[in-house]
């Protein structure tokens, strides 16, 4: 029963690291438009973004952000491209650097103190 429960948690370690390979990283950046806007990169699996959408959430707190960019249309087409491929061989979805570009929605003038 022990080496069941311990064969277990190893296996599934390993498929929560195959979710994201990484931490998320933001750096600060400015739009054309001379406003400051945040470009977050993210590792996971498929099509998926979500931790960019937590960091992004982490970033802006409660005052939301609008997603100005995501990576060039190229690059998501090669992504759809390699997930399709590797599902259709029936394999899992490979890891995937994405990256998209949010600005912090400003605070409503209730929030100003």
């Known amino acids: 029963m022990k080496k069941r429960l311990g064969m277990v948690c190893f296996v599934s370690g390993l498929m929560g690291c195959a979710h994201s390979m990484s931490k998320p990283t933001a750096r600060s950046i400015y739009l054309a438009s001379g406003e400051p806007a945040y470009q ?3 590792e996971e699996q498929g ?3 979500d931790s960019c959408y937590r960091k992004a959430g982490d970033l802006c ?3 939301g952000y609008d997603e100005v960019a995501l990576g060039d249309e190229r690059q ?3 992504i759809l491209d390699m997930v399709t491929g590797a599902i259709r061989q029936g394999k899992t979805a490979p890891i995937v650097k994405k990256t998209i570009v949010i600005r912090c929605k400003r605070p ?3 929030d100003r103190v």
Request: overall charge positive.
């Open 40 to 42: 977050i990169t993210c």
């Open 47 to 49: 099509l998926a973004k």
């Open 61 to 63: 707190g409660t005052r």
């Open 76 to 78: 998501m087409n090669e």
């Open 108 to 110: 409503s003038i209730g």
